[in-house]
């Protein structure tokens, strides 16, 4: 065991850079453990959980960088940390415009910037967000762990100037038809959203898309918005200017269930227009969005089917079924494969809103879900890393992404846990979301195509078969494809459903089937 | 009209604070875009920033 | 509102150092020329330093200016008299002078005058001796000295005549035409040189020396790339010293080492002194030389990226990033980096490849500190042994504790007055 670190002051490296150079350089073979980050309480704190905190780790600064590792020998060391440099100067070396320091300096190279995007850790966002709305820009926040007060007191400023502010914990946006963070690329259309939620605007834009219609704007609002505390103060701006734009022709809102006043608020504000609009509150009452004259979604693909017929104007109906040709011979076909010890559906979700939707579907149908963000508190997992009964894992959290890229970005943690779903002889169902467009892994099917072979050579070993079940959450403008991605899936025997709500109501009905049978 | 009502007739130019990939992904799209090298303001160093406030 | 006086001081500084006007007028004897010069005071690079804290190059310049007075007659004489305490060592800033590496001045040397024409205050320096094993890279051998009485004897009254025939030169003038061909005014020079004896030649001709003397005079200056560095570091001298003392400005007036420490002065914060440790310069070594050879950063030559040249003008001069290993685009990045932590932009220094921007000017330690961006300075390396001479040349900055202690002063100095 040689234990080696580097230090280098005053030298700064984004996160999800040093993120991914650490699992690279994992890969190395020889290497136990490393890390690769700025010098933060986090960093140190992981670092020490490793046993590679040196005493001279500890005293470095945010502002330091460090490579602490563990190898079999010096020479491995010393290939790692020249591959790391490798790796840093290959960023540097391919960007050839000239980056100013700071916000202002910015503003010199582009003095008619128009919005700020901004994703920087969480305690030093609040500051240039004010910098930018003092300068009337508007923003986009992708920052989590940004305080509460200080998302209340720049709400405040940016409605004041009259500027949008969307976050913080904002991950989509489409403005002017230009995908901001994570988003899709989508026909445009006279449909506009307005929604505290990245991956519940992805599905529905993307859904908007597959049913040939378009939209003119998505804005996004942060996860936070529709609190009390904040009052809806976003939503409440961007519903407004979509009731100005002259190419917006319905008006779609998604959220979880806000707080009771500011969800009146809302919808009252949204009555006083004169455009249709359609209400998607996550497992919210519809019966209050029928009172203020809206439209209520049941799921995010029903918000995107109401909102396209009412674009076209044509009879709006609830979807709450299938789009797809001979649904009960794929039922009837599965349930029988499944073994008798195989009872439970088990997802491994990369969007949180996704994975909320398909609790909300799950728990109507077949009863108690187990997860890490649990519709009750009873639901909670004991151990987030072992399931249980039913269980949908939202590996977007925060207790799952702490110090780890995302897993929209980097599958290796969904790829780690199916291979214990497959092992685990419960297994009846496996869901999984597929999120694609900017932002996302450029090949996300691809990345665990490998695995779900595995989980049939795991499952074949003792004569299971492990019903697959996935949605494809993309257009096929998105640099991924949607065809090629679902293609990929297809061809290792997963099925594959035109939507999350889809894919998780066939889930629920090869269960109910099977207890049928039972 | 609107600020905002404004934003959405004109080409988006963008100041990226964070994120490189972000940058990237907006070149992707042929939009405008100016990425800040970031640092920490001051080094983190508290002191420091309590200092600089104090100036302005 | 405590920024706006401090926006208004370093305007007026700003307006100070723009609208400066160095000339070269006369050469003169540092002891008649000199306020508070004298025999047994010696002048160097840098922040204070005592004799026990110098470096090798700095330690030899020292007991080479001793011999070249006639203090003493070996380098073991030298050194027990350096040590005596009999010898006052003081700044060449003190005395409104600056010297390049070591930047020791003594006595019976000549110095350039300058005369800032705009604020009429003065700048001193002594002609620069060549390369290699010279006084300021700490040699002191029979051949440094004999040449240091060369420059006493012929080199200076020669020029001095020459210049008494030809006027004052414009120095303003010239460095800016320098630094549209390839100098940066710190570490490249030869272009400055190259005007200085073309306009020069034709007074130095009609001087009333012999032909062999002319032609040692001309030889020499051709011979040494470094000659206008001596003129470019009192030019920017006598520039930043007219906008000392400007009450609530936060721009440095200052930057300088002394091979064991790097110091600043700021404008708003009097003579005092922000000193940390010299660093080490990242570059290219000479062959034959490694890093283990290296000097700390020494010189006061930093004069020049505190005026606005030098590394700050290093998109001027890309042959330099050559000694980092950078491309030509590095060294135009390097430059806009500068503007981050600056004032002004130059409106006389212009770099052609900026499309003509002026250099960065007027360096604001709440700037740096809040960027945690650090002027860049072009140098070269000292053997860290007295007399061996230059062995590299690259980029080094000063350390950031400099800029913070500044800070810290400025408000403590405000909170004394009650304005913050």
Redesign the interface.
């Known amino acids: 065991m040689v234990l080696k670190y580097l230090i280098r002051e005053n030298t700064y490296y984004d996160s999800v850079t040093l993120m991914i150079i650490t699992r690279e350089v994992k890969k190395i073979e020889g290497v136990k453990e490393v890390i690769v980050g700025m010098g933060t309480e986090l960093n140190k704190e992981l670092a020490g959980n490793l046993n590679l905190l040196a005493s001279e780790l500890q005293k470095i600064t945010p502002n330091d960088f460090f490579i602490s590792l563990d190898s079999i020998d010096d020479n491995i060391a010393k290939k790692a940390f020249a591959f790391v440099d490798e790796l840093l100067s290959k960023k540097k070396e391919e960007s050839e415009d000239y980056q100013p320091s700071t916000f202002e300096s910015a503003l010199k190279y582009m003095p008619d910037a128009n919005l700020v995007l901004i994703s920087l850790p969480g305690k030093y966002a609040a500051r240039e967000v004010k910098n930018a709305l003092l300068n009337d820009k508007h923003v986009m926040l992708f920052s989590d762990n940004v305080a509460l007060e200080e998302e209340i007191d720049l709400k405040k400023l940016a409605k004041q100037r009259g500027l949008l502010m969307m976050g913080p914990d904002c991950g989509t946006a489409i403005i002017n038809h230009v995908a901001l963070a994570f988003a899709n690329v989508i026909r445009k259309g006279p449909i506009g959203i307005v929604g505290a939620s990245g991956t519940g605007i992805q599905e529905v834009t993307v859904m908007i898309d597959k049913l040939g219609s378009g939209i003119s704007q998505a804005i996004g609002t942060g996860g936070r918005d529709l609190k009390a505390e904040v009052g809806g103060v976003m939503m409440i701006e961007g519903l407004k200017a979509l009731q100005n734009d002259h190419l917006t022709e319905v008006i779609v809102l998604i959220s979880k269930p806000p707080d009771k006043e500011v969800a009146r608020k809302v919808l009252s504000i949204l009555k006083e227009g004169e455009k249709p609009s359609v209400v998607y509150f996550a497992g919210g009452d519809p019966e209050v969005i029928k009172e203020y004259g809206s439209i209520p979604g049941l799921s995010l693909e029903d918000t995107a089917h109401k909102a396209a017929a009412t674009a076209k104007g044509i009879p709006i109906e609830d979807f709450t079924g299938f789009t797809v040709n001979g649904i009960d011979k794929i039922i009837k076909g599965e349930t029988k494969k499944l073994k008798e010890t195989q009872r439970y559906i088990r997802g491994l979700y990369t969007g949180g809103t996704l994975c909320d939707e398909a609790m909300i579907i799950l728990s109507d149908l077949i009863g108690d879900i187990y997860s890490n963000i649990p519709l009750k508190p009873e639901g909670k997992l004991f151990d987030i890393n072992k399931s249980y009964r039913h269980s949908l894992i939202d590996l977007g959290d925060d207790e799952f992404t702490r110090g780890k890229p995302h897993p929209m970005i980097d599958p290796y943690v969904r790829q780690e846990r199916i291979l214990s779903e497959a092992k685990d002889k419960e297994t009846a169902i496996i869901l999984m979301d597929f999120v694609l467009g900017f932002g996302s892994n450029p090949d996300p099917a691809g990345e665990m195509v490998p695995y779900i072979r595995k989980v049939g050579e795991i499952a074949a070993k003792d004569g299971r078969h492990i019903c697959m079940i996935s949605s494809v959450c993309g257009t096929e403008e998105d640099p991924q494809n949607l065809i090629e991605q679902e293609k990929k899936l297809k061809e290792e025997g997963v099925i594959v459903m035109p939507s999350n709500a889809q894919a998780v109501r066939l889930a629920a009905a090869i269960v109910l089937s099977r207890r049928k049978i039972q | 009209m609107t600020k905002i009502n404004e934003l959405f007739q004109e080409e988006l130019k963008i100041i990226n604070i964070g994120l490189e990939s972000f940058n990237e992904n907006l070149k992707k799209q042929n939009i405008k875009t100016v990425q800040v090298d970031w640092k920490p303001p001051a080094g983190g160093n508290k002191k420091m920033l309590s200092l600089l406030d104090k100036l302005k | 509102m ?2 706006e006086r ?1 926006e208004a001081a370093n305007k007026k500084v700003m307006e100070i150092i723009l609208n400066g006007q160095p000339t070269l007028l006369d050469i003169g004897i540092a002891e008649e020329v000199i306020l508070g010069m004298n025999k047994k005071t010696i002048l160097h690079a840098g922040p204070p330093i005592k004799w026990e804290k110098m470096s090798g190059p700095l330690k030899g310049a020292v007991i080479g200016a001793l011999i070249y007075e006639g203090l003493a007659v070996d380098e073991k004489e030298a050194t027990e008299l350096a040590a005596s305490g009999e010898i006052s060592y003081d700044p060449c800033h003190h005395h409104n002078t600056v010297g390049p590496m070591a930047g020791v001045v003594s006595a019976s040397m000549p110095v350039w005058i300058l005369q800032n024409k705009k604020y009429a205050n003065y700048s001193y320096c002594t002609l620069n001796e060549g390369l290699g094993k010279v006084l300021r890279y700490g040699a002191y051998s029979d051949e440094v000295i004999k040449r240091l009485k060369w420059i006493e004897n012929l080199l200076a009254p020669l020029l001095k005549q020459a210049l008494k025939l030809h006027g004052p030169i414009d120095l303003k003038t010239m460095i800016t035409q320098a630094l549209q061909m390839g100098d940066e005014g710190h570490n490249r020079n030869r272009a400055g040189t190259s005007l200085l004896i073309r306009e020069l030649a034709p007074y130095i001709i009609q001087t009333k020396f012999s032909e062999k003397e002319k032609i040692e005079v001309l030889k020499f200056i051709d011979s040494n790339d470094h000659f206008f560095l001596n003129l470019t570091m009192p030019a920017c001298k006598c520039t930043m010293d007219a906008a000392k003392n400007i009450e609530f400005s ?1 721009i440095v007036t200052v930057m300088a080492r002394n091979g064991t420490e790097f110091g600043i002065r700021v404008s708003g914060l009097g003579d005092r002194w922000f000193t940390g440790p010299a660093g080490i310069v990242d570059g290219l070594l000479f062959p034959g030389y490694t890093a283990e050879d290296a000097n700390p950063d020494i010189g006061d030559s930093v004069i020049a990226e505190t005026a606005g040249i030098g590394g700050f003008a290093m998109a001027a001069a890309p042959a330099i990033v050559q000694f980092v290993g950078g491309t030509a ?1 590095d060294a ?2 390097l430059t ?2 500068m ?2 932590i600056t004032a002004a932009e130059n409106n006389i220094f212009k770099i052609p490849a900026l499309d003509f921007r002026g250099t960065p000017t007027g360096i604001d330690i ?1 700037k740096v ?5 650090l002027p860049s300075i072009n140098t070269g390396i000292a053997h860290k042994d007295p007399g061996v001479g230059q062995v590299g040349a690259g980029l080094v900055k000063p350390p ?1 504790n400099c800029f ?1 202690d500044a ?2 002063a ?2 403590e100095d ?1 909170e004394t007055k009650n304005l ?1």
């Open positions: 405590i920024q401090i936060t685009k135009v990045n806009l980096k503007y981050e709440r500190v809040e960027t945690g961006i950031m913070e800070l810290q400025f408000v405000l913050v």
